[in-house]
Structure formats: structure tokens, C-alpha cells
């Protein structure tokens, strides 16, 4: 299996930054694209960016040029910088990861617990 384990949630005034990170462990052959997803109570998850295994991104239009995905490879670690909260981006956020246990395996879709961001006004 693969576990995703999340950390840097908390509390930040609007305005204010955090930077999440996710470390993949487990049994892990490869891993190509993570990525960060958030969901705020009463809402649909939603994808927050992405990056592949060989570093192009994508991120949702709300975040661009606030927020910033990279990842240490060797660490199979994603992290999410992010800068210039604001208040309706109070959400959990969840690591994803598309990775393969074995070159004979296909490659499966992992999830975080998720990690709790809450932006104060």
C-alpha cells in the first residue's frame, strides 16, 4: 500500500501563509503526478494544482500566482506554498497521488487524511 501523510494545516490571518507538505511512503514502485485538492464544508472537493513527476504544473485560476506546487522526488514529497490567504480558502486539504507499487502494477489514485487550513478575517 501508500500512505500519503499531510502536515502544515492551521490557523492564519487573511493575507497571511502556510506551507503544506505530503510524504508518500508504502510500497512504492514510481509516482507521477501529486497534487493538492481542498474541500470546504458544504462543498464539492475541488483541485487546488498539480505537478508531474517531471515538474509541469497546473493550478485552479483562483490560486495562480499566490500559491506554488513543487516536489522533492527523492523524498516523494509534494508541498504547497501558500501566500495571500483569504478567507473562503478555509478548507481541508488533501494530498493526491498517482503511483504504482511495482512495474507489473497499474497505477492506483492515493489519497490523504487531509489537513485542516482555516483563514481568518
Known amino acids: 500500500q501508500v500512505q500519503l501523510v499531510e502536515s502544515g494545516g492551521g490557523l492564519v490571518q487573511a493575507g497571511g501563509s502556510l506551507r503544506l507538505s505530503c510524504a508518500a511512503s508504502?510500497?512504492?514502485?514510481?509516482?507521477?503526478?501529486m497534487g493538492w485538492y481542498r474541500q470546504a464544508p458544504g462543498k464539492q472537493r475541488e483541485l487546488v494544482a498539480t505537478?508531474?513527476?517531471?515538474?509541469?504544473?497546473n493550478y485552479v485560476d483562483s490560486v495562480k500566482g499566490r500559491f506554488t506546487i513543487y516536489r522533492a522526488n527523492a523524498k516523494n514529497t509534494v508541498y504547497l506554498q501558500m501566500n495571500s490567504l483569504k478567507p473562503e480558502e478555509t478548507a481541508v486539504y488533501f494530498c493526491?497521488?498517482?503511483?504504482?507499487?511495482?512495474?507489473?502494477?497499474?497505477?492506483?489514485?492515493?489519497w490523504g487524511q487531509g489537513t485542516q487550513v482555516t483563514v481568518s478575517s
Open positions: 493526491n497521488a498517482w503511483a504504482r507499487q511495482s512495474w507489473l502494477s497499474t497505477e492506483d489514485e492515493y
Open positions: 508504502g510500497s512504492i514502485f514510481s509516482i507521477n503526478a
Open positions: 505537478i508531474t513527476n517531471s515538474g509541469s504544473t
